[in-house]
């Protein structure tokens, strides 16, 4: 079965960094294309970064400059590095696998990884 299993959350500082990393398993990795969502407390889950199967990558406008998305297929891994990190960072961070082959939808969900930026 999928699986999809995240690390590297944690405290930091404001103005600290923090890699994630999720890890991949049961599934054509390189066929998906692999995103990081985040939802805060009493907020919606909202798109952080993703990076489809041929390496284009999108951001949210509060990320853009400060987060990188990367994938290493031959590891069935993506990353986020986040950088110059804000409080109003501070959620949780989902990994999520997504593909489309015709009328047929694959979506996977990890876990979750806490990620607080404070003082």
């Known amino acids: 079965q999928v699986q999809l299993v995240e690390s590297g959350g944690g405290l930091v500082q404001p103005g600290g960094s923090l890699r994630l990393s999720c890890v991949a398993s049961?599934?054509?990795?390189?066929?998906?294309?692999m995103g990081w969502y985040r939802q805060a407390p009493g907020k919606q889950r909202e798109l952080v970064a993703a990076i489809t199967s041929i390496g284009t990558t999108n951001y949210a406008e509060s990320v853009k400059g400060r987060f990188t998305i990367s994938r290493d297929n031959a590891k069935n891994t993506v990353y986020l590095q986040m950088n110059s990190l804000k409080p109003e960072d501070t959620s949780v961070y989902y990994c999520?696998?997504?593909?489309?082959?015709?009328?047929?939808?694959?979506?996977?969900w990890g876990q979750g990884t806490q990620v607080t930026v404070s003082s």
């Open positions: 049961g599934m054509g990795f390189s066929t998906y294309a």
């Open positions: 999520n696998a997504f593909r489309r082959r015709g009328s047929q939808e694959h979506n996977y």
